[in-house]
């Protein structure tokens, strides 16, 4: 442990809670240099939706390591960027009617956020981009300035502008779009003219809130009817997280952009794109670059893992299937611990459950994590335990988690009830 507390930055995050040195790590599974087993209901904070060191990804990206593959090619042609740019037209985009093309940026997703926002202001000519009350999209300037989580924009040192912020769905019981479509109406508002609007329909690191089909719809149409752009940013939401392979899916909408990162990548690589309608593909060449968008290892397992594991609805019965196991533990933990828990959150295999204040929920963690598990919270107060599992977890290993999980908050209760006495 010294040498991470002598030389490493001060802003590393997750360690402080889990302060352990891991050394191997296999579908859901991590395990410490002295051999201690931690269940990890964390997963790269979505980025490894298909498991640590998924066996049939781990295949593919040896085979081509074996063979010489090409490694990093900027954005220059290669073989494997032409199989995962055919599996993603073959088995995501033509199955549900969408026709994008396919940027690579730089391989992080606030990279891919702010190719989206540059794009968006070019093609339209205007400069706001209206984002959402809890919105989280990354912490270079321009994503940081969309996302509204203070801790993130304190870092900022400089003013964040460009952005009009709206409440999302349910926040403080304000109905943002009819706000939002009055201002719209109205020359005096001073509201300006929107480029876009830039959200996650279920927010991630704000406490996963969830945005309706009929909330979605609206929005939808009153972008169309205002010509103006609507990108989903489903960085943490996508790649089957929700239960669809896109987590706007069920709501029938049909975004100007969408960007993925995380698990896009299949296996953990680092990986970003942004799906943009053909028409708004208006990017001179080298406009917006970044020297690691041919991460050629990134495209090989992100075409296996769309191979192996979209090509029929498997997967996606398999995912609907655990968020329900998932959703009746945090159903039954609402009714054995009132005094703990205010209400669920989430959908698919991107659940939650809310507490009555931080206290609890970084009482629960710790003592999930003294019991063997990988966990975090989120929302403005990271007052929300998230369950956040790999997707490829299987029915008893994900009930020895929730297993944890309910040990926990039984054990918090126990300390809340004594005090009380």
């Given at each position: 442990m010294d040498i991470f507390k002598k030389q490493e930055s001060n802003v590393r995050f997750y360690a402080n809670n889990f302060p352990v040195v891991f050394s191997s790590a296999k579908g859901c599974w991590l395990k410490t240099k002295n051999g201690a087993s931690y269940i990890d209901f964390l997963a790269g904070a979505g980025s490894l939706n298909y498991g640590h060191n998924n066996s049939i990804l781990k295949k593919a990206l040896i085979d081509y390591i074996n063979s010489d593959g090409v490694a990093h090619s900027l954005d220059m042609l290669t073989e494997a960027k032409a199989?995962?740019?055919?599996?993603?037209?073959?088995h995501i985009l033509v199955p549900r009617e969408l026709d994008y093309k396919v940027q690579f940026t730089g391989p992080t997703g606030t990279n891919a956020v702010e190719a989206a926002m540059k794009l968006a202001r070019k093609v339209t000519g205007h400069t706001n981009i209206v984002t959402f009350t809890n919105g989280f999209h990354g912490c270079t300037y321009g994503a940081l300035a969309a996302s509204g989580n203070q801790h993130h924009r304190g870092g900022s040192g400089i003013p964040l502008t460009g952005i009009s912020r709206l409440p999302f769905e349910g926040y403080a019981g304000i109905d943002g779009l009819a706000l939002f479509k009055t201002m719209l109406n109205d020359n005096s508002s001073g509201l300006d003219k929107p480029a876009a609007v830039l959200l996650e329909t279920l927010q991630g690191e704000g406490g996963l809130n969830v945005a309706s089909n009929k909330w979605l719809q609206h929005l939808s149409k009153i972008c169309k009817d205002n010509d103006i752009l609507m990108i989903v940013d489903d960085i943490q939401a996508g790649c089957g997280r929700t239960g669809t392979f896109f987590s706007f899916e069920p709501s029938s909408i049909k975004p100007d952009m969408v960007i993925l990162s995380k698990s896009i990548g299949g296996y953990g690589l680092p990986m970003a794109v942004v799906l943009?309608?053909?028409?708004?593909?208006e990017w001179s060449p080298g406009e917006h670059n970044g020297t690691f968008r041919g991460n050629n290892h990134a495209f090989v397992t992100a075409t296996k893992a769309i191979e192996n594991y979209w090509?029929?609805?498997?997967?996606?019965?398999?995912?609907?299937?655990?968020?329900?196991q998932v959703r009746t533990v945090i159903e039954r933990a609402l009714q054995r611990f009132p005094s703990l828990f205010i209400r669920a959150k989430g959908r698919g295999m991107m659940q939650g459950i809310e507490c009555h204040g931080n206290d609890f929920a970084s009482a629960i963690v710790r003592n999930c994590f003294e019991k063997g598990m990988i966990i975090e919270t989120a929302g403005p107060k990271d007052e929300v335990i998230k369950f956040f599992c790999p997707l490829t977890i299987s029915e008893s290993e994900l009930e020895q988690g929730l297993h944890i999980f309910e040990y926990s908050a039984e054990c918090v209760s126990q300390v809340l009830t004594r005090k009380a006495s």
């Open positions: 199989a995962f740019l055919t599996a993603l037209r073959n943009l309608k053909p028409e708004l593909d090509s029929n609805d498997e997967f996606a019965k398999h995912i609907i299937e655990r968020g329900q």
